[in-house]
């Protein structure tokens, strides 16, 4: 059972930057997906950034939603089983509740990877309040 951990959410004023960390346990592969999904109140959970581990290394490529390209930077530290997301010039509509998930590889279309049925293990959340 993959059982994740986030930490570094918190409350920034509008421009200015946070750093999640999420750490996997109970799978010993470095072969994995693993990304940031996000949900305000009252709006669907949405995918911010996902990244495809091959062998520990970000080769397998990086997805990011649109509306944070060029803002957030996803990462991964294979050493210490952790993926980070780096959120920069940060704005009032990023404030929402801050999920990691992980999923062991399969066949996964382009167009899934940011979609959350792809994924079957969940962390708890960490917030992110953006304000204006």
């Known amino acids: 059972q993959v059982q994740l951990v986030e930490s570094g959410g918190g409350s920034v004023q509008a421009g200015g930057s946070l750093r999640l960390s999420c750490t996997a346990s109970g799978y010993t592969s470095s072969t994995y997906y693993m990304g940031w999904f996000r949900q305000a109140p009252g709006k669907e959970r949405e995918g911010v950034a996902t990244?495809?581990?091959?062998?520990?290394?970000?080769?397998?490529?990086?997805y990011y939603a649109d509306s944070v390209k060029g803002r957030f930077t996803i990462s991964q530290d294979n050493a210490k089983n952790t993926v980070y997301l780096q959120m920069n010039s940060l704005k009032p509509e990023d404030t929402a509740m801050y999920f990691c998930?992980?999923?062991?590889?399969?066949?996964?279309?382009?167009?899934?990877?940011?979609?959350?049925?792809?994924?079957?293990?969940w962390g708890q959340g960490t917030q992110v309040t953006v304000s204006s």
């Open positions: 990244i495809v581990s091959l062998g520990g290394s970000s080769q397998g490529g990086t």
């Open positions: 998930a992980f999923a062991r590889p399969r066949p996964t279309p382009v167009s899934m990877m940011l979609n959350p049925e792809t994924y079957n293990f």
